[in-house]
């Protein structure tokens, strides 16, 4: 196989077997899911070289799994069946950018960093932020939102179109550079979320906006978790468009003081974002102020200042890599449920209440403007009464949010983590999925193993 795959890629230094390589494509940063190794990890430089790899895995029935940056939470990128790792490190160039059409074209392995650092010379940003650094390629598989979705949906939502190959190889083209279009079957949302099984994506065609004139940033102190959720649904109700608003709990901000050297008190706490013309922003907070007095907060400074601003999300972002330095021997289990807005109070005071439970010690944090929220536990993969422990209380809160019209993963994906819940949030149409995958990729070569049990 190596010699055959050498004739497709012609470089060595593109093509490896080392342990040392393998090990990094064998998991992803952060999660519980055991690691496995690839036989070997290729780094294509273009879709001539992809469609020739994918055509030649598909005729001896090899496994492929995409790889991008390895962040994903659910085990996606774990070659669980060995085969092929396929890197897009040589494939991160931008390709173009229509500023009058408000619309970038890129290659799969550009990262949203690199992304708005040249988009800001055009007055220009790419708004979905999952805190870490992520591929363009890899956010497109499994549909990735964060901070940016209260605002501006999830990664689905800014896809207008992708170039595929699909298993046999076949190069397709989805959507089009309008902003919209009733032509066809929409088949670049299937693709997107489909996780490295369904096709492996070459080229997006992604929306991009202006970049508003004024940021207010504020940090919002209050006494429980139900009433800073209660203050985030009231904001939405009122029509106010926060462009992020993250709950964190005392747990998370414990962690971030330790972890970032901040001084914020240990409470449950609304990082909020408005942005927009600056008379319009603060027309907005006149009225989030309001609802927060309203909601008994004991803190609620505002500022335009860009220095805090960049504090305060720094510190959101990095605050799962802060929860896990808080335990470095752990791994993290890391919940994903979405509820309907009005049941998210509720849902996360019974997140805490199981935890307590349980006696599981964990940090509750989320994107409330959405209804998705995590509680993540670092747990000791060597003590199995701690992983059992954490695995019941992860379904006690995914069944929580199925049987209140929710979903087990609002942005994270199924990967392995969720396989087990999609009959039970899906029902039939799970068939109907299978069928789609086998009609895609019969010789089931494309990320096997993931998202159906
Ligand atoms: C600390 C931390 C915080 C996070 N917070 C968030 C958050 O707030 N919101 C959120 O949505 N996510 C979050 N994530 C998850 C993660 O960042 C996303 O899942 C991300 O989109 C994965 O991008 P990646 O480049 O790392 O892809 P990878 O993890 O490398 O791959 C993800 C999936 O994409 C597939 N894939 C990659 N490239 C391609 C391609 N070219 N074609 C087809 N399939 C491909 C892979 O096979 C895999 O199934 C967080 C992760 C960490 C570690």
């Known amino acids: 196989m190596l010699e055959d795959l050498m004739k497709i890629i012609r470089d060595p230094k593109r093509i490896s077997t080392s342990v040392a390589i393998r090990q990094q494509h064998s998991q992803d940063l952060t999660s519980y899911h055991a690691q496995h190794l690839p036989d070997v990890v290729l780094y294509p430089r273009d879709k001539e070289e992809l469609r020739e790899i994918v055509a030649y895995a598909n005729r001896i029935g090899c496994p492929i799994v995409p790889f991008g940056l ?30 009058e059409d408000f619309a970038v074209r890129v290659e799969p392995g550009v990262t949203r960093v690199q992304l708005n650092q040249e988009l800001k010379k055009y007055g220009l940003f790419f708004p979905i932020d999952p805190g870490v650094d992520a591929t363009l390629g890899g956010m497109a598989a499994t549909n990735a939102s964060g901070c940016s979705a209260v605002r501006y949906g999830t990664t689905r939502e800014q896809i207008l179109g992708m170039e595929a190959i699909l298993a046999d190889g076949s190069l397709i083209h989805t959507g089009s550079l309008a902003k919209k279009s009733s032509a066809g079957y929409n088949l670049t949302h299937l693709l997107t979320g489909s996780e490295g099984t369904l096709a492996v994506f070459t080229e997006l065609t992604l929306r991009v906006y202006g970049l508003p004139e004024a940021f207010l940033y504020a940090k919002v102190v209050f006494p429980d978790l139900q009433k800073a959720c209660k203050a ?7 029509s106010i468009q926060p462009s992020k608003i993250e709950l964190v709990d005392e747990y998370t901000i414990q962690a971030i003081n330790s972890y970032k050297q901040t001084k914020y008190e240990a409470k449950p706490t609304l990082f909020l974002e408005l942005s927009g013309w600056k008379s319009t922003v603060l027309d907005e907070w006149d009225r989030v102020k309001e609802i927060i007095q309203d909601e008994s907060a004991s803190e609620w400074n505002y500022t335009f200042d860009e220095e805090f ?145």
């Open 232 to 238: 985030a649904n009231r904001m939405l109700y009122r």
């Open 70 to 99: 390895g962040t994903s939470v659910e085990g996606q990128v774990v070659p669980i069946q060995g085969g092929i790792s396929l890197d897009f490190t040589h494939m991160s160039r931008i390709l173009e950018i229509r500023e």
């Open 309 to 453: 601003g960049d504090q305060l999300w720094d510190a959101r972002r990095h605050a799962a890599l802060a929860i896990a330095a808080s335990a470095p021997e752990k791994k993290l289990m890391t919940t994903d449920v979405c509820v309907p807005l009005s049941i998210l109070p509720e849902a996360v005071i019974f997140a805490r209440g199981v935890m307590q439970a349980e006696d599981l010690q964990g940090a509750i944090l989320g994107h409330i403007g959405d209804g998705n929220y995590h509680a993540v536990f670092p747990i000791d993969m060597s003590l199995p009464e701690e992983v059992a422990k954490a695995e019941k209380v992860n379904e006690l809160i995914v069944r929580f949010a199925l049987e209140r019209g929710g979903t087990c993963t609002g942005e994270h994906g199924v990967g392995l983590g969720k396989k087990s819940y999609l009959t039970e949030e899906h029902g039939d149409a799970v068939l109907w999925m299978k069928k789609i995958k086998e009609v895609l990729d019969p010789n089931n070569i494309l990320n096997p193993g993931k998202i159906f049990q």
